[in-house]
């Protein structure tokens, strides 16, 4: 089956501007999440969605980044306006439900984003 | 707050000797564990995992060990090759299938 794909895979930006990243989630996930990873740590959730629904975003700093899941398929994130400490990878995973084992959590390759 | 972590950032192996990459948790009350192999350039991949009802628990060349007395984790690879060599997670499933992350192990093979 196909994986979870993301785009961009990279992106520079300057301080102060806006940027958005997508993810596709594997086909028939219901559960999508998004992370993000500085370099030299492991992915710290920023927020969960079940279908188009809100699970937790309890560790998104809500005053500059937003996430979507409008369909309840795609998300997208947006970061307005980027920090120099938002430079990361975020990365997307899916799952089936929240109720599967957490072994069935599937991430994509990420999105590398560099603020200068 | 509570959190996982590892001991070690860094550790250099010769092919075909076995690794142990260990991991801390202060969590006492995190019932469920993870290992995950991160390679550069893609997201994390899930290696094993580990309940804790439960004190061992063997893969395909990967064994996981949970000493929930000292709150302790570990992962030891037998035969490690170079395809192993990647940066190693220990992650902890908070409820609502939510994962906590370590911050990381990288594991360096030698030919």
Known sequence: EAGVAQSPRYKIIEKRQSVAFWCNPISGHATLYWYQQILGQGPKLLIQFQNNGVVDDSQLPKDRFSAERLKGVDSTLKIQPAKLEDSAVYLCASSVSPRSRVSEQYFGPGTRLTVT | ?111
């Not at chain 2, 019932?31 to 192999?37: E, P, R, S």
């Not at chain 2, 940066?87 to 990381?104: H, S």
């Open chain 2, 1 to 111: 707050g509570e959190s996982v972590g590892l001991h070690l950032p860094t550790l250099s192996v010769q092919e075909g000797d076995n690794s142990i990459i260990n991991c801390a948790y202060s969590n006492s009350a995190s019932d469920y564990f993870i290992w995950y192999k991160q390679e550069s350039g893609k997201g994390p991949q899930f290696i094993i995992d580990i309940r804790s009802n439960m004190d061992k628990r063997q893969g395909q060349r990967v064994t996981v060990l949970l000493n929930k007395t000292v709150k302790h984790l570990s992962l030891q690879i037998a035969a490690t090759q170079p395809g192993d060599s990647a940066v190693y997670f220990c992650a902890e499933n908070n409820a609502g299938n939510m994962l906590t992350f370590g911050g990381g192990t990288r594991l360096m093979v030698k030919p």
